[in-house]
């Protein structure tokens, strides 16, 4: 089995920003109204206030397409930061965005952060000897300088046989990069098929059916209100 991680750097973005000296639930859902996403900077020289245009930042999010990246935040009196999306709140039901966090790095300093799991390649297991592909970790804690942070990890599973697994010890070594945690942790395995299963649906199509007589429908619950 071979296991491949991305060399591919990490894209660098960018990104407009106000700075605000208003904070509170009602002051939130007036930048809200007004097309602005309230967002909280956290950073060695103290955390900062901001807001960010809604379009500009749904724009950012689409040009990350889920992968990690560099964002340069700019503000209106030109001073540049960068930073990593620490956090993004978006309602419950309608899934409006609410507040963004961001994680200001240092060029010269590692930080910790989450890369997302590509899973690469046919494995000869699902298409020769009739096993599943199970993905144990969909993203895996990742330490770094910011300019060697992939944009993904990819591994590849073009020689993954039945019964057998990718660990994170098996993924080769990167320069500047390091996975954090287990080295025994499964990223990926190819398992035998579940037994069992033409049984018990044979067992289902033959059981009688029984009707219960018809409950009263439950009281739906109203919307939930959104956090500030």
Same mark, same amino acid.
């Given at each position: 089995? #071979?296991?491949?991680?991305?060399?591919?750097? %990490?894209?660098?973005? +960018?990104?407009?920003? *106000?700075?605000?000296?208003?904070?509170?639930?009602?002051?939130?859902?007036r930048f809200r109204r007004?097309?602005?996403?309230?967002a909280v900077l956290y950073g060695k020289s103290g955390n900062r206030l901001?807001?960010?245009?809604?379009?500009q930042f749904l724009q950012l999010k689409k040009e990350m397409g889920g992968r990690t990246a560099l964002i340069e935040v700019t503000d209106?009196?030109?001073?540049? %930061? $960068? +930073? $990593?999306i620490q956090g993004?709140?978006?309602?419950?039901? #309608?899934?409006k965005l609410l507040n963004v966090d961001f994680h200001e *790095?240092?060029?010269n300093e590692p930080v910790n952060f989450t890369s997302v799991v590509h899973i690469k390649g046919d494995a000869p297991g699902v298409r020769s000897e009739g096993g599943m592909l199970e993905v144990h970790a969909h993203e895996l804690h990742v330490k770094a300088l910011p300019e060697c942070?992939?944009?993904? $990890?990819?591994?590849? &599973? #073009? @020689?993954? &046989? $039945? !019964?057998?697994?990718?660990? *994170?010890?098996d993924l080769p070594a990167m320069k500047g990069v390091s996975i954090v945690g287990d080295p025994d942790q499964v990223?990926?395995?190819?398992? /035998?098929?579940? @037994? !069992? !299963? !033409?049984? +018990?649906?044979?067992? /289902?199509?033959?059981? =009688?059916? *029984?009707?219960? =007589?018809?409950?009263?429908?439950?009281?739906? /619950?109203?919307?939930?209100? =959104?956090?500030?």
């Open positions: 089995m #071979s296991a491949k991680r991305s060399n591919f750097e %990490m894209k660098k973005l +960018t990104l407009a920003v *106000v700075n605000r000296d208003k904070s509170g639930s009602c002051w939130a859902r007004d097309g602005r996403i309230p901001l807001t960010v245009s809604e379009v209106e009196k030109n001073h540049r %930061m $960068l +930073t $990593l993004i709140q978006a309602h419950t039901l #309608s899934r *790095v240092d060029p942070i992939p944009e993904f $990890l990819e591994v590849d &599973v #073009s @020689a993954l &046989v $039945l !019964g057998g697994r990718i660990c *994170v010890r990223v990926v395995s190819c398992q /035998a098929p579940r @037994a !069992g !299963g !033409g049984d +018990t649906e044979a067992k /289902a199509e033959a059981a =009688p059916v *029984v009707v219960a =007589p018809t409950a009263a429908p439950a009281k739906a /619950a109203g919307p939930a209100k =959104p956090k500030s």
